[in-house]
């Protein structure tokens, strides 16, 4: 049986008087890849914040990778990112002044040692070999995305998590954004969770679960 | 890549990336820095030139002996006073000195008259070795004095027909000495109708061993006031008046203390200003970067991590703007002393480690706010723009 990377009991999230996240159970296996999905507002980001310990939650309990993080302080959360999470966001967040290569470095850096090599061997892999020392403003929508998913999994991440990586992106990109990510899991065997708000972005994963006003409604494994 | 080597090129990059703010504040802290060196170095210059003004005036100090003083008169009528001459104690004040560890240059003087020929000649016993370090601008024509031999100033020698090669037979109330002139002395002062001979010769031939008509002392003045050291000496020799020699020192000293006043003011007012303006452009930067600091923060780094990159920055900028400042600190320190005080400044290269000093605390002190706004700043908060 594969055992469970993410736990949560009556995960909650509230700021203020606003609860962005009524208490939610759910188990994630080891190298499933999940998709979030719901309307603005729903809870989705929320949720995907709370697991790749961004945030902390209001109640309930949260352990990834066997980790309580509601034990863990600010900056053992800070470690735990670096070790156990990679990130890819809908907006890329590149540092502007920095290269395809150094962008990657940069996760380097936070996690151990900054290596040009592998940096490069990543976005090599990402079929970002020739735009190696181009910068953000240099690269489309599409390129910018995939030096996102190379810094994503530069420090072979347990746990891939995407905020809309596609959102952004049009449908040729996003199809071979979605490639590479099956791809990558395929060779790195690492769990995904994927907040989406389109299907046919969420049907590329295992299983979808939806969120509504902060409450899992309903979830739908897919056919493989 | 090595971590440090890897931080300072992220650095570098980040401060290439915002040129024109990076200029300003490289101009901000290397105007600061450069101000504070130019006034430093002008300081310093200025105190060690005003020391060597004070050197060419010769003595600053003055011990002569207690007059014994006797008022002459009966009843209501005054006839004025009578005063016998007094001598200082050559052993006593060389005592004193040591103990007092006044640091000065000195010379000691016996002022008394010998005759020669149908005339009394007043003749100036001193060491010759301590009058030509304490007037370094007296002239002398010929040699300075053997044992044997005396200087004649040049008034005396004009009005005598004296000349170097000369003889001279001097009676005194002891002795009777036979001198060699070596040669005519001129200072521009009252020495110049002076006979100078050795200290010991003419306490032998007045037949005054170890006596003293006066001290002359160059005190360098430092941060105690000269009246001070007047005062201390003046304590331990109750037997003499100690004596500033007033319009010199004290106008020199003055004048010195109201130059670094005024420029300690003024660089007080340019660092705060550039203090303040460094802390105002740096808490722009972190406002506007807000996104990459949350994206550091969510790929792991911690808050203490993310914040010694922005550390680095502020340090990188005290560095280069330290440097520039003391590049342009010392052209501006050697025409404001070329211009003003028609003298040229010294380069003193440890001003750098000043004007580094200087540049650094302001470009850490001004980052002080924005880099605890980096260290709280919330990752999910920032990366949504909030």
């Known amino acids: 049986m594969v055992s469970a990377i993410i736990e949560t009991s009556g995960l909650t999230r509230n700021y203020g008087d606003i609860c962005a996240l009524k208490p939610i159970d759910l188990i994630v296996p080891e190298g499933e890849w999940l998709s979030v999905m719901g309307h603005s507002g729903s809870g989705k980001s929320t949720l995907m914040n709370l697991v790749g310990g961004l945030d902390r939650p209001s ?48 996760a380097q850096y936070f996690h151990s040692v900054p290596d ?22 240099e690269l489309s929508g599409g390129e910018q995305q995939r030096v996102c998913i190379a810094r994503a999994i530069i420090n072979s991440p347990k746990l891939l998590l995407g905020d809309e990586p596609t959102g952004n992106l049009d449908h040729k990109s996003t199809v071979m954004v979605m490639e590479l990510l099956k791809e990558l899991r395929a060779e790195e065997r690492f769990t995904v969770i994927m907040v989406t708000h389109n299907q046919e972005v969420a049907a590329w994963g295992d299983r979808t679960i939806y969120l509504d006003d902060g409450v899992l409604v309903r979830e739908e494994r897919m056919k493989s | 890549m090595h971590r440090r080597r890897w931080l300072l090129q992220l650095v570098l990059r980040a401060l290439a990336h915002r040129k024109g703010r990076t200029v300003l504040l490289l101009a901000v802290l290397a105007m ?154 001129s200072s521009g002062g009252e020495e110049d109708g002076l006979l100078f001979l050795a200290l010991p010769e003419l306490q032998q031939a007045l037949g005054l061993d170890g006596q003293l008509t006066l001290v002359r002392l160059m005190v360098t003045a430092g941060d105690e006031s000269l009246k001070k050291r007047a005062d201390a000496l003046q304590l331990l020799l109750p037997s003499a008046k100690v004596n500033e020699v007033r319009q010199t020192a004290r106008t020199s000293e003055g004048l010195l203390a109201k130059v670094k006043l005024l420029m300690f003011m003024v660089t007080a ?118």
Request: hydrophobic share 45%.
């Open chain 2, 32 to 185: 600061a820095s450069s101000l504070a060196t130019a006034l430093g170095i002008v300081s310093y210059s200025m105190e060690k030139q005003v020391a060597g003004e004070v050197r060419k005036y010769g003595a600053n100090l003055i011990i002569i002996p207690q007059s014994a003083r006797l008022d002459v008169g009966s009843g209501g009528l005054n006839f004025g006073v009578i005063t016998e001459p007094a001598y200082l104690q050559q052993r006593e004040v060389e005592d004193t000195l040591a103990r007092s560890g006044l640091k000065a240059e000195r010379s000691f003087h016996l002022r008394g008259a010998l005759h020669w020929k149908d005339a009394d000649l007043m003749v100036d016993g001193v060491n010759f070795t301590d009058i030509r370090r304490l007037f370094p601008w007296w002239q002398l024509k010929g040699n300075w004095p053997a044992t044997g031999e005396t200087v004649v100033g040049s008034d005396l020698a004009t009005r005598l027909k004296l000349k170097p090669g000369d003889t001279m037979e001097l009676v005194g109330k002891a002795q009777t000495v036979r001198l060699r002139i070596s040669g005519i002395v």
């Open chain 1, 116 to 137: 040009e090599a592998e940096a490069r061997s990543a976005l090599e892999r990402v079929g970002l070999g020739h735009r190696l020392k181009n910068r953000p403003g």
């Open chain 2, 269 to 386: 007012v340019v660092l705060v200003s550039a203090g303040s303006s460094v802390a105002g452009t740096m808490s722009t930067t972190v406002l506007e970067r807000g996104k990459e600091i949350g994206l550091m923060k969510a790929m792991g780094g911690t808050r203490w991590e993310v914040m010694l990159i922005f550390c680095g920055e502020a340090a990188m900028l005290g560095f280069l703007g330290g440097l520039a400042g003391y590049l342009f600190g010392s052209a501006i320190a050697q025409f404001i002393t070329r211009t003003v005080f028609s003298a040229s400044a010294e380069f003193i290269p440890w001003f750098a480690g000043i004007s580094l000093g200087v540049s650094l605390f302001l470009a850490l002190l001004g980052s002080v706010g924005p880099m605890i706004s980096v260290f709280k700043l919330d990752p999910v908060r920032s990366l949504r723009g909030e």
């Open chain 1, 59 to 106: 109640n309930g309990s949260l352990r990834v990778g066997g980790e309580d993080l509601l034990a863990l302080s600010e900056d053992g959360l800070a470690r735990f990112r670096r070790e156990f999470v990679g990130i890819i966001f809908q907006q890329h967040h590149l540092v502007p002044y920095l290269t395809a290569v150094e962008n990657v470095m940069l």
